[in-house]
């Protein structure tokens, strides 16, 4: 093998990816890590979506029952979503979008997956010990006092992968700003970019007091230091404020990334430029800064002051006005282009819907009087599955295909990739849009059991969950097959504008020959201009 | 197994939530069309290889950018105006309610009226007249959430928090608990029976109990609090007749409102806030008393809160 040909896969050995510092392999890493972690946390909601299939209580114990929505959530906020797009994509692409040979940091990059795992493995061993049944939230008292289980353990690993998503923000923000290509001001920078940024900003902003809420319930529970325990002279919702001001922001750490990969898709589909660039891009900051001020609104009935809930209800309402921003953008930027229904397109398509979705339901919740009814019912948990899966999943399967051929340098079937998306896309409405039904009804959650005549939603999701389920195994399958057999992918096999593009696929181990000198704005497509799809070459 | 698509609609509030869940259902849709007619149109008439004209200059965008800004803004401020004013009589209730008790523990409910009935895991209430529940928890969160009534309430240890509807459908309704408390959370469930006035009245009198301030008055003495705070008393504490809803002097020169958690609070913690002219004497309750006993005291307290103290010494 000559040099020109080598790229940043031609190392095989173990050695060679568990000590690398290349940005690319790192994200791989990820890739591989997150894949696991996502198989056992959706397993745990296979379980529970069997369990529900019938209002008794007959597939698994209460306990355990307990146990598997506190291990979904655990595992799918902490070990899915949030390193999902930053910490595969955004590690992959960031550098070669802005020119880059890698990250600022390229070893503290290393650092925060083996952190990332640590706390993973953490979790993991409380989970096979015996388990956690708090819920994700770890609401005080019970998980100060009288939860029993692995509960600090289970925070451990929530503590420790923290910090991996701390050095990754950091490591980010220093290479947005550092590292950018001659030429790269801000506003040529790809709308990526820009959510990873904003993304970024809350990872190292927000995650610190994570970190020191979930001491503090360890503080209380070992050592009996009253926090939160009003019988030891704490203030159990004062837990509530702390945990939501992270976690809230948190929420948009499980967006904000979607939204800049489906910026991304739209423009390459439809071959147009961005409408509103600026708009959309700042939209990313507004949400990321405005996040910090509306997490009062988990607490509207939570014994709050009255006056309290209206300041968040209003904060609430304008922090959805910069999403509705970048939906009409996107829509407006399919006006006039060519647009194509590759599987990329499919998932950017099916973002856009579900996330509407879920925006507008999320009104209902800001909505302090309507919210009074639907907290902790199925609605919210509809809500959020439209954001988090509809929104977040969806972007990161379309972003996974776009940049699948640049990261393998091979491409996936097409056609297969054209059905699990919309096999995904019909599972997902049938799983979760009976649970808004519910949630009206009053279907409380974290229900092992329920009421009879809840039953029939929960037939139609439970279906629906095994239709997704279908749309996430396709996708497993075809990729890996896509390792051996897929056609060989060229450069640029979707006639991009992004720099990730200008490399050869797989890239080289430094990205480029050359360091790209940028002239213009990103997204300089074309759609008058009739363009042949790159001749694709067979094994 | 029936298909029910809207809940019972059982109080005064649950009718006003309705409209405002309906109004957000209708400009949910009106959005999701102006939205989806669009990106669907677009994407068939502009999809690749179709001869159409595609000559586009952006120009200048930010009037319609403003416009679709400020547009949703509106909308959104409006809703919200709705239902801050919907909350705002939700967290209010009006004078003359009918009281009721509720402490939520792992995991059932109990209640006691203020007339003296106690249930567990039920409540019934007369149709038509507003009911106010005050509530604790004796260990972890709990939530009363009535769907039929559209209201719930965390149910927070350590502190009073207070839940009301004016049910308005004879009927039976779920209870359940929203907040999630442990292995049993599906099992805390209860029912709310909404009866006929006069089917009220007979079913309050079962088993003639006595009225919470009266069982508050008997613990009063057999807890010994008479001992100190009544007219015979060697010991100079605070006399406790006219002191529920009042403002309380305290050592630091501050005032509180005596209302049900001053009382909670003075029982558990009494050297927490000390009434002006008196010393730091009284033992902590903490441990002796159940948080049911002391929702009685503050029903005694509270029905001799017009009496002024008589015969103490000076």
């Keep these: 093998m000559n040099a020109d040909e080598s790229n940043y896969l031609s190392e095989h050995s173990v050695r060679s990816w568990l000590l690398t510092t290349d940005h690319k392999r790192i994200g791989i890493l990820y890739l591989l890590s997150i894949v696991v972690y996502f198989a056992i946390a959706a397993t745990a909601a296979a379980l529970m979506r069997i369990q529900l299939l019938s209002p008794h209580s007959d597939l698994v114990l209460p306990e355990t029952y307990n146990k598997l929505f506190t291990l979904h959530g655990v595992l799918m906020v902490w070990f899915f979503l949030i390193p999902s797009i930053p910490a595969v994509l955004g590690n992959f692409v960031i550098p070669m979008m802005i020119g880059a040979r890698d990250v600022a940091f390229p070893k503290l990059n290393l650092i925060s997956w083996y952190l990332f795992n640590i706390g993973g493995l953490c979790a993991l061993y409380a989970v096979i010990w015996g388990g956690v049944d708090t819920g994700w939230t770890f609401y005080t008292p019970y998980s100060t006092t009288y939860a029993n289980g692995h509960v600090v353990t289970m925070i451990m690993g929530v503590f420790i992968a923290g910090f991996g998503s701390i050095l990754t923000g950091l490591n980010f923000i220093v290479t947005i700003h550092k590292m950018r290509a001659p030429g790269m001001t801000w506003f040529r920078l790809p709308l990526f970019i820009w959510s990873l940024y904003s993304t970024s900003l809350i990872l190292v902003l927000a995650t610190p007091v994570l970190a020191i809420t979930l001491l503090a319930i360890t503080v209380e529970r070992l050592w009996g230091v009253g926090i939160f325990d009003p019988n030891l002279g704490g203030d159990p919702v004062l837990f509530q404020h702390m945990f939501w001001f992270y976690s809230h922001p948190a929420v948009y750490i499980m967006i904000l990334p979607g939204m800049g990969v489906v910026s991304e898709l739209i423009t390459c589909f439809s071959r147009k430029r961005i409408f509103g660039y600026h708009f959309v891009a700042f939209s990313s900051l507004a949400i990321a800064v405005i996040g910090f001020l509306v997490w009062g609104h988990h607490m509207f009935v939570s014994s709050q002051s009255v006056y309290a809930g209206m300041v968040f209800s209003i904060l609430s309402f304008i922090v959805a006005v910069p999403s509705a921003i970048k939906v009409f953008n996107w829509t407006a930027t399919l006006y006039k282009g060519s647009i194509s229904y590759d599987t990329p397109m499919l998932y950017a398509f099916g973002f856009i819907g579900l996330f509407t979705i879920g925006g507008l339901t999320g009104l209902f919740l800001a909505a302090i009087a309507v919210d009074v009814h639907l907290h902790d019912t199925y609605f919210v948990i509809a809500h959020f599955h439209y954001i988090m899966v509809g929104g977040m999943v969806l972007s990161f399967m379309g972003g996974l295909h776009y940049w699948w051929p640049k990261i393998t340098g091979r491409m996936y079937p097409e056609v297969m990739g054209r059905i699990a998306a919309l096999t995904t896309f019909v599972g997902f409405n049938l799983t979760f849009f009976p649970q808004f039904l519910l949630g009206y009804l009053g279907q409380p959650r974290r229900y092992h059991a329920y009421p009879p005549e809840f039953q029939i939603f929960h037939i139609f999701s439970t279906a629906g969950a095994s239709i997704l389920g279908v749309g996430y195994l396709m996708p497993l399958f075809y990729f890996l097959w896509s390792l051996k057999y897929g056609q060989r992918a060229p450069a640029n096999p979707w006639q991009a504008t992004g720099l990730e593009w200008q490399t050869p696929s797989p890239p080289p181990r430094e990205n480029f020959g050359k360091i790209p000198i940028i002239t213009e704005a990103p997204y300089d497509y074309h759609p008058e201009v009739e363009q042949a799809k790159p001749e694709l070459q067979h094994v | ?314």
């Design chain 2, 1 to 314: 197994m029936n298909l029910h698509l809207f809940p019972e609609q059982a109080s005064e509030i649950a009718r006003e939530s309705d409209w405002l869940f309906w109004a957000l259902t209708a400009l949910s849709a009106l959005v999701c069309v102006l939205v989806f007619a669009p990106l669907v149109w677009f994407a068939i008439k502009y999809r690749r290889g179709r001869k159409v004209n595609r000559d586009f200059n952006e120009g200048n965008t930010w009037k319609i950018e403003v416009t679709w800004t400020l547009i949703p803004l509106f909308l959104t401020m409006g809703i919200f105006a709705w239902s801050a004013e919907v909350f705002f009589r939700m967290e209010n209730p009006p004078p003359g309610a009918l009281e009721v008790n509720v402490v939520g523990k792992q995991w059932m409910w109990k209640l006691q009226h203020a007339e003296g009935a106690r249930e567990i895991n039920e409540l019934h209430i007369p149709r038509g007249k507003p009911v106010k529940l005050t509530m604790t928890s004796q260990d972890v969160i709990h939530d009363f959430f009535v769907p039929a009534f559209r209201t719930k309430q965390d149910v927070v240890p350590g502190r009073y928090t207070t839940e009301w509807f004016t049910p308005t459908k004879v009927g039976r309704y779920h209870i359940f608990c929203a907040q999630y408390c442990g292995t049993s959370h599906a099992a805390m469930i209860g029912t709310v029976y909404v009866m006929e006035p006069h089917d009220y009245e007979r079913w309050l009198v079962q088993g003639s109990p006595e009225p919470l301030a009266k069982q508050g008055e008997a613990l009063f003495h057999s807890l010994g609090c008479s001992g100190c705070h009544g007219p015979t008393s060697k010991i100079h504490a605070p006399p406790l007749e006219g002191v529920y809803g009042h403002l309380v002097p305290l050592e630091t020169k501050e005032f509180v409102l005596a209302d049900d958690r001053y009382v909670r609070d003075s029982i558990l913690l009494p050297a927490s806030q000390i009434a002006a002219g008196y010393q730091n004497l009284m033992p902590s309750f903490t441990g002796h008393i159940s948080e049911e006993e002391i929702m009685e005291i503050i029903a005694y307290l509270k029905s001799i809160a017009n009496k002024t103290p008589e015969g103490y010494a000076k």
